[in-house]
């Protein structure tokens, strides 16, 4: 298929805000490619090259892009800073220059061959590919080069959409969810599939190779794709409880505890002497934890496995773990080996989703405990977490207790009934967390959305910030509150260079009646504490699903806790249904 159909397709997508109606656009549109090229429209429909797990990223900085427009259409870069400046978006920048550039040359009569051509999506998306892969001595100068020469052959709309791609931010609103049930209309017709082509992507965070899958053989083939060790599974996660009652309540009366450790995630994947860690994003952070690695191969007793657990800080003198704060240093990619030194770690495994040649996500929880100690044996490093059954509140509060005493920041609660299987990729009730934060004020993970200037100290910087939780149902961004409290100066700078390169017209899969004076695309995940959840007609959170049809959830006195959550997708912030149960929860009491 042609780049420019696939551009044409994604301006339609940019023009509605309708989920039906862009899942439509983009079926009608994906029915014309062929399984070859399908995985690659795929990644770049969501604005990037490989799955995320790859680690292969083109995020060009945009001083680089404005050099390469200046070079492939004669425009000065300041010219082009200024147009990008009143329009505030860089693909919209690069498609009027190009109109321009092109009528002049109509006129002139200077058209050449070259600028007929009609590039096919796989040709856009090697070109990509061998910009994002050049490195060393020299890379920036032939990475300008080389997308200048593409920038200059393809038609203006084309452009528009790779310089977003180029830059990480290409703004159609599709996220993979939207993406999987375009790919079920696309190929059957119906919207029936998704939940099957959902199972597969959750089973291993390729959605590229699930899309080829499909075209190549059917919905058939789908079904057929199963955990496979180097891909990584994406996470289960949690919901959350404020009490030992609730708690109980929730599993039936009977549950098993563990320790909710304060770390990193890992999801670890051996096959003999290869070993790979993936984060919960999920990211591949091998190169960060070679220790991790060495402990991984003295503990394991099978061959190949998938296991995960919390990486942690831990200091053996004071046989101590160490607060998260300590272990977050170790996310780095310079400098490993002395971090390693100064900030040892070990790892409290508690689950195993693949061993002896067999996916086990659908073994029950009780089941896969066993088989993880079957698998691996415990060392100085790598422990498993500390774990109880339990079926009443004195002993949930014992083990409570035990946990905050051993540095630990509450428990897990998990289902022990035979449907507990491993959620992947969901925030299901086979496990629940319950935290320390929750009976002081809580904690909440949410996506910085908008902003608004500082002034005073703060001038020429965002001051305050309205944030928002994710609602997993209908896909989008709820505003929740507004913060400005607990930023030290050195983080609004740090936020201010994060965020300025995100801004944008307001994005739609932000669901907001407010108007934030900046919009951003939702990347940026940061940790703030409230007093109290209220009611308000102002925000978004939890509206229709309150008495009152008119009144969202509203979070009273936030504070920024210093905690940037770099590990995590926007997608994975605090849910709706989280922030709704609390509110609910408290409100009973
Ligand atoms: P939080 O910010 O509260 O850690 P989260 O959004 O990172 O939550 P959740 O799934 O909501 O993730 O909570 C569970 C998290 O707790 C896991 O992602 C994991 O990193 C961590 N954890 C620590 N100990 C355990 C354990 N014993 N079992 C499962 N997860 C654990």
Not at 136 to 142: H, I, L, P, T
Not at 157 to 177: D, Y
Not at 487 to 516: A, G, Q, T, W
Request: charged letters at 30%.
């Amino acid at each position: 298929m042609k780049f420019n159909e696939l551009s044409k397709c994604y301006f339609e997508l940019e023009k509605t805000q309708k989920k039906l109606e862009m899942i439509d656009i983009l079926a009608d549109t994906l029915k014309h490619s062929v399984s070859d090229e399908i995985g690659k429209i795929t990644f770049l429909t969501l604005g990037k090259l490989y799955p995320d797990f790859v680690g292969i990223k083109l995020m060009l900085a945009e001083k680089m892009v404005i050099k390469a427009l200046s070079l492939a259409t004669g425009t000065s870069e300041k010219s082009i800073m200024n147009t990008f400046e009143e329009i505030g978006d860089l693909g919209k920048t690069t498609h009027q220059l190009l109109e321009k550039k092109s009528q002049t040359s109509l006129l002139s009569f200077t058209q050449t061959k070259e600028e007929d051509k009609e590039y096919e999506i796989s040709e856009v998306w090697e070109i990509l590919d061998k910009i994002a892969k050049m490195s060393g001595e020299g890379s920036a100068d032939k990475k300008i080069k080389t997308l200048a020469g593409l920038i200059s052959k393809v038609k203006p709309l084309e452009a528009r959409f790779i310089i977003r791609i180029v830059i990480g931010q290409l703004r159609i609103g599709i996220e993979s969810h939207l993406l999987l049930e375009a790919l079920s209309v696309s190929k059957t017709g119906s919207r029936e599939s998704k939940p099957l082509l959902e199972r597969a992507y959750n089973s291993n965070a390729d959605i590229g190779f699930v899309a080829e899958q499909l075209y190549e053989g059917g919905i058939e083939a789908v079904k057929q794709i199963e955990v496979r060790l180097f891909n990584p599974i994406r996470v289960m996660l949690a919901q959350r409880v404020s009490s030992s009652e609730e708690l109980l309540e929730k599993f039936g009366g009977k549950c098993s505890l563990e320790y909710k450790y304060d770390g990193l995630r890992v999801q670890i994947h051996k096959k003999g002497d290869d070993i790979k860690l993936f984060s919960r994003k999920p990211e591949d952070i091998t190169n960060q934890f070679p220790d991790v690695n060495r402990f991984i191969k003295e503990a394991a007793i099978e061959d190949e496995i998938i296991i995960e657990g919390e990486i942690v800080a831990y200091d053996s003198t004071k046989e101590k773990i160490l607060p998260f704060q300590q272990v977050a240093q170790r996310k780095r990619k310079y400098d490993v080996d002395q971090k390693i030194e100064e900030i040892p770690v070990r790892v409290y495994l508690f689950d195993v989703l693949y061993c002896y040649n067999e996916s086990r996500l659908d073994t029950e929880y009780i089941e896969r405990r066993k088989l993880l100690t079957e698998i691996i044996k415990e060392t100085e490093n790598i422990k498993f977490s500390h774990q109880l059954v339990v079926d009443n509140t004195d002993d949930i509060e014992i083990f409570f207790n035990q946990a905050l005493e051993n540095s630990c920041e509450g428990v897990m609660g998990k289902d022990v009934s035979p449907d507990s299987i491993y959620q992947a990729g969901a925030r299901g009730w086979n496990w629940v967390k319950f935290k320390q934060d929750y009976i002081l004020p809580d904690t909440f993970d949410l996506v910085i959305i908008g902003a608004d200037y500082g002034k005073g100290k703060r001038a020429g910087k965002y001051g305050t910030f309205l944030l928002g939780c994710y609602n997993p149902e209908n896909l989008v961004y709820q505003t929740f509150t507004w913060v400005g409290a607990g930023f030290s100066d050195e983080d609004l700078d740090i936020l201010y260079k994060m965020l300025k390169p995100l801004s944008r017209d307001k994005p739609k899969e932000v669901e907001s009646e407010i108007e934030s004076p900046v919009w951003f695309d939702p990347q940026i995940v940061i940790e703030v504490e409230g007093a109290e959840i209220t009611v308000s007609p102002m925000h978004t959170c939890a509206k229709g699903e309150l008495e009152r049809e008119s009144d969202g959830l509203a979070l009273r006195f936030p504070r920024f806790t210093g905690k940037m959550v770099e590990d995590r997708l926007a997608e994975q912030a605090t849910s709706t249904e989280e922030i709704h149960q609390i509110y609910l929860s408290k409100k009973d009491k």
